[in-house]
């Protein structure tokens, strides 16, 4: 039985990867050494470089084994964050960048596999739902520790939190080398199947007129939210003058409130039946994005937590629908493929945000943000509540 040792080893590595600590100083960090349209280059480099390496490292992983590749995610990603504290241009940052994404990489689909495939050798495939679910909530503890502190290591050395990410990415790559690996793989990785199963999951989740809606509904919610949380959340805290240590506890406490709160509030069938969940994402978002050029010190929170909490329902609300909606046999490469797509929006609307970020500010994104809300999730959402076999 080796599923219930490497489901420990998994649960504390990814603890000690999810301790972050540059989340809520990295933009100030960036700001001192580039301009902010290469800041947004360089957001945009890092996760297309991620989905680009995705096919090799899947390769790599195949033929080394699925530790060794995440060992080497976890070094690739303390390496980055040296090349990070020591870089004094964008060259050098883009170099460092490229490295974190093929971290990402090397780690993203290598420890799943190897976490399923424990299951299944032991014969208990059905239980790697709990052990995921259990280990999304420590990952986000360990996210909410990383961000609390993280401003208040910046105030001691600017560079402390960028040593601190490496250690703690040395300490998750350590623990990983006590993984056992499976001696059966789900399946064995060749360029021709990756593309297929590509293929077929495209096909997938556009194989009726009820999942083609819930897919662009998806990818619409997805693209929007995830590239706020994950890039213009952090800069619009900046650029309404919060200081680094408030900036650590205002990310710690939205995190906290998505991990306590939101949960439960969202998974109550009771309050949200699935038409009202189907117009809470374009009525939070509408609501959350369209006034950001307004927005102002403190009273601008509530709804900058509140874009937070879509991007955070997403996950947990509409994988679900979107899941419903595919055959079993493809369900993951559907979910995979919309994914993907999810992430080349994100570089689209990172690449596109850089000069207007200069010229107007992160408040005025958040504004545009509301705009494409407007005009893509809104008509979906009139649409999937129209259509009652799209969510029923």
């Known amino acids: 039985m080796i599923s219930k040792r490497n489901d420990t080893i998994f649960i504390v590595s990814q603890f000690f990867s999810a301790l972050i600590f540059t989340i809520p100083i990295w933009i100030v960090f960036y700001q001192q050494r580039i301009t902010t349209v290469q800041i947004s280059l360089l957001v945009a480099v890092q996760y297309a470089s991620q989905l680009i390496l995705e096919l090799p490292t899947g390769a790599l992983a195949d033929i080394f084994g699925r530790k060794w590749s995440v060992v080497a995610g976890n070094i690739a990603w303390a390496l980055a ?47 790697y739902s709990k052990v995921t679910a259990r280990n999304s909530f420590w990952y986000q503890i360990g996210l909410v520790v990383a961000v609390a502190s993280g401003g208040v290591l910046y105030g001691i050395w600017q560079g402390l939190p960028y040593v601190g990410w490496a250690a703690t990415s040395v300490v998750g790559g350590i623990i990983a080398l006590f993984f056992i690996e499976p001696a059966i793989d789900s399946a064995r ?4 199947s990756y593309f297929f199963q590509m293929k077929r999951g495209l096909l997938e989740a556009f194989k009726s007129k009820s999942a083609a809606f819930m897919s662009l509904f998806y990818i619409a919610v997805a693209g929007i939210t995830w590239t706020n949380n994950l890039y213009f959340f952090d800069f619009i805290l900046v650029e309404l003058g919060f200081a680094d240590a408030m900036r650590g506890y205002l990310i710690g406490g939205i995190r906290l409130f998505n991990v306590f709160v939101l949960t439960a509030f969202l998974k109550n069938n009771h309050i949200f039946t699935r038409k009202r969940l189907i117009y809470f994402f374009p009525a939070m978002m509408l609501l959350c994005f369209l006034p950001g050029i307004l927005f102002q010190g403190w009273w601008a929170v509530p709804f900058i937590a509140g874009a937070v909490m879509v991007g955070t329902g997403r996950w947990i609300v509409l994988t679900r629908y979107t899941n419903e909606q595919f055959d079993s046999k493809y369900r993951a490469t559907a979910i995979s493929a919309l994914s993907m797509i999810v992430g080349v929006v994100y570089v689209v609307i990172t690449s596109l945000s850089g000069p207007i970020i200069a010229s107007y500010g992160v408040r005025m ?28």
Do not use: C
């Open 81 to 127: 964050a040296i090349l990070l504290l020591t870089s004094h241009g964008f060259a050098e940052m883009l170099i460092a960048v490229i490295i974190w994404g093929l971290g990402d990489a090397l780690v993203s689909g290598a420890l799943e596999a190897l976490v399923y495939d424990s299951h299944k050798q032991d014969g208990l495939e059905q239980t």
């Open 189 to 192: 990785f060749t360029i021709r």
């Open 365 to 392: 994104i958040y504004t545009i943000l509301g705009v494409l809300t407007l005009i893509t999730v809104l008509p979906l959402s009139i649409v999937l509540v129209g259509n009652q076999k799209a969510i029923s």
